[in-house]
């Protein structure tokens, strides 16, 4: 699906990230870890086509990014469900509209797909903010939704970052669980992630890698913390 | 939940969808209403002025026919001499296509109205006329002047027309100018658009790089602000071609005593022209802000 292959980053001269090869296969569900400003939301980024490499090559659905047009990148994102740290919303539309956004922004949006905007609601809680604007919202809710429209088109890849980052620990577990069970139905699953807990959570549900980012390279890790 | 439905039902036609992603922007939109409108008044008047000094260096064109006369006065036993004479120096002159001597019934009839038909011309010492027709680059009058000063005695040359030869090339100027302006008032509108269109694009960067990350085109986004700076623009031309159709309208009509100041107006199917310029000013702005949005977005990732 997401093919990098020695893929190598910088924002200036210094090199943040090097020599970064991963295959993101079908069904594959990943954690993304490391410390603070190790480039998880760098490297998450590369894998949506928002940043090119500086060195390297990353294929997007057997598509090489580097010979891709502006337009095939987009139709790609529509593939690619991201939870953006920063969620990144419409402070002027009402949160419903925000989560439907990638179906108005594709010409998808229909009456039917109402009925798939209210069931993602429901599974983050949100049924009550349809009307809210996005400054109006609290942290977490802003991630759920945030996560609600990774999701709406319902996408081969999720890439999620800090996805629970503002979350109680329950809804953290909600979330997770919501996110496996697609991961079941065949989607591919990226997180990262600082919570220790969460990946133990998941040790129990899934089969799930741990890739690490550290010391600007990628290192697979073990998920027994 | 009921108006949710509605709003989504909204958005399933594309265009709306688009248009309310990006928020309004109300202050660059009053002002590119205005200025479209602004320019779309002065097109129409730069119009009418170019029309009406076209089809005023037309008409003196037509008039002028490119005609002067020599008066011959000269005892009556030395006019046919002299007339010969004359037509001689004519027939040597660069510049004049033809030359003749009008005939007596000729020169009654221009007489006729100030004497009455019954007026014994051979009579009278009245001057011998000689029309002279120019040719396409015309004679030197300077030098048929002195010509005739030293051969024809009698001979007077009347540029009756010439005079109006300068005005004849001020209006052929002024023609040119008034389309110039049209032309500049156009880039004008252009400019304005690419700066209003730019300044839209800068207020919606976040807006712009959320619709990229969930997946828009470059086309879906940049639709969203051209059709509202060419519907902006075509909104206000329209109004602006009203009102200055509604002035030149106004103006005092064609007396004859006004000449050019009263000619201020359309004539015939040149009341179509002005039905041009909402729809072309539209382009205009379609074009600018085309081209203002794929260089922003050319940039984003
Ligand atoms: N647009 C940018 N321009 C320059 N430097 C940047 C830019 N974005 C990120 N960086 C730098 O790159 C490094 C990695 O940032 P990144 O956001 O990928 O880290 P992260 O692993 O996601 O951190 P966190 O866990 O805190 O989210 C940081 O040092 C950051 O300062
Ligand atoms: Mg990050």
């Given at each position: 699906?997401?093919?990098?292959?020695?893929?190598?980053?910088?924002?200036?001269?210094?090199?943040?990230?090097?020599?970064?090869?991963?295959?993101?296969?079908?069904?594959?569900?990943?954690?993304?870890?490391?410390?603070?400003?190790?480039?998880?939301t760098?490297?998450?980024?590369?894998?949506?086509?928002?940043?090119?490499?500086?060195?390297g090559?990353?294929?997007?659905?057997?598509?090489?990014?580097?010979?891709?047009?502006?337009?095939?990148?987009?139709?790609?994102?529509?593939?690619?469900?991201?939870?953006?740290?920063?969620?990144?919303?419409?402070?002027?539309?009402?949160?419903?509209?925000?989560i439907?956004?990638?179906?108005?922004?594709?010409?998808?949006?229909?009456?039917?797909?109402v009925?798939?905007?209210?069931?993602?609601?429901?599974?983050?809680?949100?049924?009550?903010?349809?009307?809210?604007?996005?400054?109006?919202?609290?942290?977490?809710?802003?991630?759920?939704?945030?996560?609600?429209r990774?999701?709406i088109?319902?996408?081969?890849?999720?890439?999620?970052?800090?996805?629970?980052?503002?979350?109680?620990?329950?809804?953290?577990?909600?979330?997770?669980?919501?996110?496996?069970?697609?991961?079941?139905?065949?989607?591919?699953?990226?997180?990262?992630?600082?919570d220790?807990?969460?990946?133990?959570?998941?040790?129990?549900?899934?089969?799930?890698?741990?890739?690490r980012?550290?010391?600007?390279?990628?290192?697979?890790?073990?998920?027994?913390? | 939940?009921?108006?949710?439905?509605?709003?989504?039902?909204?958005?399933?036609?594309?265009?709306?969808?688009a248009?309310?992603?990006?928020?309004?922007?109300g202050?660059?939109?009053?002002?590119?209403?205005?200025?479209?409108?602004?320019?779309?008044?002065?097109?129409?008047?730069?119009?009418?002025l170019?029309?009406?000094?076209?089809?005023?260096?037309?008409?003196?064109?037509?008039?002028?026919?490119?005609?002067?006369?020599?008066?011959?006065?000269?005892?009556?036993?030395?006019?046919?001499?002299?007339?010969?004479?004359?037509?001689?120096?004519?027939?040597?002159?660069?510049?004049?296509?033809?030359?003749?001597?009008?005939?007596?019934e000729?020169?009654?009839?221009?007489?006729?109205?100030?004497?009455?038909?019954?007026?014994?011309v051979?009579?009278?010492?009245?001057?011998?006329?000689?029309?002279?027709?120019?040719?396409?680059?015309?004679?030197?009058?300077?030098?048929?002047?002195?010509?005739?000063?030293?051969?024809?005695?009698?001979?007077?040359?009347?540029?009756h027309?010439?005079?109006?030869?300068?005005?004849?090339?001020?209006?052929?100027?002024?023609?040119?100018?008034?389309?110039?302006?049209?032309?500049?008032?156009?880039?004008?509108?252009?400019?304005?658009?690419?700066?209003?269109?730019?300044?839209?694009?800068?207020?919606?960067?976040?807006?712009?790089?959320?619709l990229?990350?969930?997946?828009?085109?470059?086309?879906?986004?940049?639709?969203?602000?051209?059709?509202?700076?060419?519907?902006?623009?075509?909104?206000?031309a329209?109004?602006?071609?009203?009102?200055?159709?509604?002035?030149?309208?106004?103006?005092?009509?064609?007396?004859?005593?006004?000449?050019?100041?009263?000619g201020l107006?359309?004539?015939?199917?040149?009341?179509?022209?002005?039905?041009?310029?909402?729809?072309?000013?539209?382009?205009v702005?379609?074009?600018?802000?085309?081209?203002?949005?794929?260089?922003v977005?050319?940039?984003?990732?």
């Open positions: 699906m997401i093919e990098l292959e020695n893929v190598a980053y910088s924002y200036g001269s210094d090199a943040l990230l090097t020599d970064m090869s991963l295959q993101l296969a079908p069904g594959a569900f990943h954690f993304l870890t490391g410390p603070s400003g190790a480039g998880k760098t490297f998450l980024k590369l894998c949506y086509g928002a940043l090119r490499p500086t060195e090559r990353i294929r997007l659905f057997d598509q090489d990014l580097a010979q891709m047009g502006r337009d095939d990148v987009a139709f790609a994102r529509r593939r690619i469900g991201v939870v953006h740290q920063d969620c990144q919303f419409l402070d002027h539309l009402p949160l419903a509209e925000n439907a956004l990638p179906l108005t922004v594709s010409g998808q949006a229909s009456p039917e797909q009925d798939n905007l209210n069931e993602l609601m429901s599974w983050v809680g949100l049924t009550d903010k349809y009307d809210a604007l996005p400054p109006e919202l609290s942290g977490g809710e802003r991630q759920r939704a945030a996560l609600a990774a999701l088109l319902s996408p081969d890849v999720i890439l999620a970052d800090e996805p629970t980052g503002n979350v109680d620990w329950e809804m953290s577990q909600r979330l997770l669980r919501l996110l496996v069970e697609l991961n079941k139905m065949g989607k591919t699953v990226m997180i990262a992630t600082h220790l807990m969460l990946i133990r959570a998941a040790k129990s549900l899934v089969s799930a890698r741990n890739l980012i550290a010391n600007r390279t990628l290192q697979a890790a073990g998920v027994d913390l | 939940m009921r108006a949710l439905l509605d709003k989504l039902r909204g958005l399933t036609s594309p265009d709306s969808g248009d309310r992603v990006v928020p309004p922007t202050f660059t939109a009053r002002l590119t209403v205005f200025t479209s409108a602004a320019m779309a008044f002065l097109t129409i008047f730069a119009l009418a170019s029309l009406a000094s076209g089809r005023l260096a037309t008409s003196w064109g037509d008039e002028l026919a490119r005609e002067s006369t020599i008066r011959i006065s000269a005892p009556a036993g030395q006019m046919a001499a002299q007339t010969a004479a004359a037509l001689r120096v004519l027939e040597q002159t660069p510049g004049v296509a033809s030359a003749r001597a009008l005939t007596p000729e020169q009654q009839a221009l007489l006729e109205p100030w004497f009455g038909p019954d007026l014994p051979q009579t009278l010492p009245i001057p011998q006329l000689i029309s002279v027709i120019e040719s396409d680059e015309g004679y030197d009058s300077e030098g048929l002047r002195l010509r005739l000063s030293a051969e024809v005695p009698g001979a007077v040359l009347d540029e027309t010439r005079w109006r030869r300068p005005l004849m090339v001020a209006a052929g100027r002024l023609r040119l100018l008034g389309w110039v302006s049209i032309l500049l008032i156009g880039a004008a509108t252009g400019a304005m658009v690419t700066l209003a269109a730019n300044s839209a694009l800068a207020a919606n960067r976040q807006v712009i790089t959320v990229r990350l969930v997946g828009a085109t470059d086309g879906y986004i940049a639709g969203a602000f051209v059709r509202r700076f060419t519907l902006r623009t075509l909104l206000g329209g109004v602006g071609t009203l009102v200055g159709l509604l002035a030149v309208l106004l103006m005092p009509g064609d007396s004859g005593a006004g000449g050019f100041l009263t107006r359309f004539e015939g199917w040149h009341w179509l022209l002005p039905l041009l310029v909402p729809p072309l000013a539209a382009v702005a379609y074009l600018a802000t085309q081209m203002a949005a794929r260089r977005l050319g940039g984003l990732a």
